[in-house]
């Protein structure tokens, strides 16, 4: 692929534009910022290109990735409301990032949550400001209506893109579950979601996915957007590069800073490439935070332990950050019921499955669809223990804190939480017996009070001394760099809102039970096997109602891997500690040509998966900066 240049051939262009990170966002504005041929975009990227990869692009094999050379396998600190647990958090080390790993689920939240962005001073960022960019990103695609009937497939195709690179559908194939779906929550008084894309996830409804319906193949940011365009002389991609840090310098006869280029390391050599235009940092919620940081720019006390001059202080950088929590309990299921994970333990099985697949882009290998719902508290907590909770809600003295706690006593709340259910055993706490079949309750929360951080860890000892000393031979001592881990510290239950997330969730596994309780989805479910049922409760009866469930919350509560809000948007003193990270226009505060463009601008959390989100993000990103360069004021 010509575009894939080795460094010094990259470094041969002139740029106005650099992107760090190829990812979600990150193609999204390589490719409609070259749209522009007075700019010259160039991407760097850490990881490989990966389009021929069986388990990115076969959407029966999702998951098959983690864990591998396509992630980067981060880790948090050990969490002490999880009982001192780290837990892995899994990001896309690839051309395409998390949306290449991802389990393709495509969904939007509630009006109310992106009304909630632009209530804390972000201009144009409401539901109505981002609807266009939803609807720009995507193609939709028309189920047929035996399609519509087998897998309750609702839609209003006035709120869906036609044109977009992402192509979006309704799965060809369901996990057996999902034909009970509507049906059991029915039977426990929970209506169907008719039109789930147009302003609430509210109820029971059939998500979309991201698949080309030609190819059945996962549809992801590089071959959506930057496949098409890789021909474009000014759009230059390099792969395998890892950025070190942005470098800024003070303007002529001022204090201000602003951003001249990216230092980066390819093929174990280091590089500096220059830009006449901007720096846009596209690499996501956990290593944006990073990266910054490295640049110099946050809160003074932890680029001092880094070994790290502060030119730009905001004590903003890294924190703010929210993440949907999940647990998984596990039911077996009947012994007929093919689910992905007996693909993999079975190769015969999963060779008729490819065999399939390869001459009919049919079978389980198409199989990535889910039904899901979205339900609010009131309905599976009692009014007296809600408001029991709203005592023990933090004070909410700032904007954002006011919103959170109105949500939750809204008298019409969103989806707070998602409650999803399908075929296999996806948690990492509970081993499978071979031969037989499981299924997966998710219980995951929308709307934390828990909030966490991620930062840059502080420089190696030695490093750390030379900071403060004086003596110059100690100053060459190494400072903390972007081979160090980040700090991921999601401080899950933890504070007085932490203690609240932590009863609702343990409050949600007790409905979630109640869900593989209920007929018609109890008739395929055999017994649950995690946690194994109390010897005095059978499945179903009455006296499960008492189970307490708050130390098995504790011991298997993981990441969704959701995470948001780590160089929020913030116009005005709405987030703690004043403004964000960066303005309304995702220009970092305090420094020139400098952006952020991807799940960490999100000030706060959403009630959906995020791709869809992010995608749009990107795409109001790109008009923003383009209208920018357009009127000449391309570095800010």
């Known amino acids: 692929m010509g575009s894939l240049s080795e460094a010094e051939a990259f470094l041969a262009h002139n740029f106005t534009h650099m992107i760090i990170g190829g990812g979600t966002a990150g193609l999204v504005l390589a490719s409609r910022l070259s749209e522009d041929p007075t700019i010259t975009v160039g991407v760097l990227e850490a990881g490989p290109a990966a389009f021929e990869e069986p388990r990115i692009n076969v959407p029966g094999r999702l998951g098959e990735t983690m864990f591998t050379e396509y992630d980067w396998q981060f880790e948090t600190i050990p969490q002490p409301g999880l009982g001192g647990r780290k837990l892995p958090w899994n990001r896309g080390k690839v051309l395409g990032g998390s949306s290449a790993m ?29 609807l266009p960019y939803f609807k720009k990103s995507e193609t939709f695609q028309v189920p047929t209506q035996e399609d519509q009937k087998k897998h309750q497939a609702y839609y209003d195709k006035s709120f869906h893109g036609t044109s977009g690179p992402l192509h979006t559908i309704y799965s060809a194939e369901y996990g057996a579950s999902s034909q009970h779906w509507h049906a059991t929550l029915k039977n426990l008084g929970v209506e169907s979601n008719r039109s789930h894309m147009s302003g609430s996830s509210v109820g029971a409804w059939t998500s979309l996915t991201a698949i080309d319906p030609s190819t059945q193949q996962r549809c992801y940011s590089a071959p959506a957007y930057y496949l098409p365009v890789s021909h474009r ?13 942005i470098m800024l310098e003070k303007g002529n006869g001022s204090d201000e800073q602003i951003a001249k280029g990216v230092h980066f390391i390819h093929a174990s050599k280091q590089y500096t490439v220059e830009v006449s235009g901007e720096v846009i940092l596209s690499a996501g919620s956990v290593q944006s935070p990073q990266l910054l940081e490295l640049s110099g720019i946050g809160n003074p006390d932890i680029l001092r332990k880094a070994g790290i001059e502060t030119k730009v202080a905001n004590p903003n950088v890294g924190e703010n950050l929210q993440e949907h929590m999940s647990t998984m309990t596990i039911y077996e299921l009947d012994p ?17 499955a490819d065999e399939q697949y390869l001459t009919s882009k049919s079978g389980a290998r198409t199989a990535a669809g889910y039904s899901a719902a979205y339900l609010p508290f009131s309905h599976f ?37 998602e409650f999803l259910f399908d075929v296999s055993n996806y948690s990492p706490y509970f081993i499978s017996e071979p031969g037989k ?30 900071a403060a000393a004086q003596d110059e031979q100690d100053q060459q001592q190494r400072p903390t760099n972007s081979s160090d881990n980040p700090v991921i510290n999601p401080r899950y239950y933890e504070g007085a809102g932490g203690a609240v997330d932590f009863h609702l969730m343990a409050a949600a596994q007790r409905f979630g039970h109640k869900i593989c309780s209920t007929p018609p989805l109890r008739d395929i479910i055999v017994k649950r096997v995690f946690p194994a049922l109390p010897d005095h409760a059978g ?3 009455e006296e ?56 960490s601008v999100m000030p706060l959390q959403i009630a959906a998966h995020l791709q869809a989100t992010v995608y749009a993000i990107g795409e109001r990103g790109a008009d923003m900066i383009k209208e920018d360069w357009a009127e000449g004021r391309g570095r800010g």
């Open 539 to 541: 499945e179903g009866e």
């Open 233 to 245: 002389k000014n759009l230059v991609l390099l792969t395998h590069a890892t950025v070190r840090n």
């Open 381 to 417: 907590t009692n009014p007296s223990e809600l408001s029991h909770l709203a005592t023990q809600l933090p004070p909410a003295t700032i904007l954002r804190d006011q919103i959170l706690t109105s949500r939750f006593n809204s008298p019409t709340p969103g989806g707070q939480i």
């Open 102 to 130: 991802n389990f393709m689920m495509w969904c939007r939240g509630n009006k109310g949550d992106y009304d909630a962005w632009e209530k804390l001073g972000n201009k144009g960022w409401g539901w109505e400001g981002m």
């Open 437 to 466: 079949r499981y299924g997966t309750m998710m219980q995951m929360l929308q709307y934390p009070f828990s909030v966490g951080s991620i930062h840059i860890p502080a420089a190696p000892a030695a490093a750390a001394a030379a």
């Open 544 to 599: 499960e109602k008492e189970e307490s469930w708050e130390d098995w919350v504790r011991d298997t509560t993981m990441t969704d891997w959701h995470p948001v809000g780590t160089c929020a948007m913030g116009a005005d003193a709405g987030i703690k500690g004043g403004r964000g990270v960066v303005d309304d226009r995702l220009r970092v505060y305090g420094v020139k040509g400098l952006r952020v463009c991807d799940a």
């Open 336 to 352: 007929s019921i093919l689910t992905p994970e007996a693909l993999r333990s079975d190769p015969l099985l999963a060779a008729a």
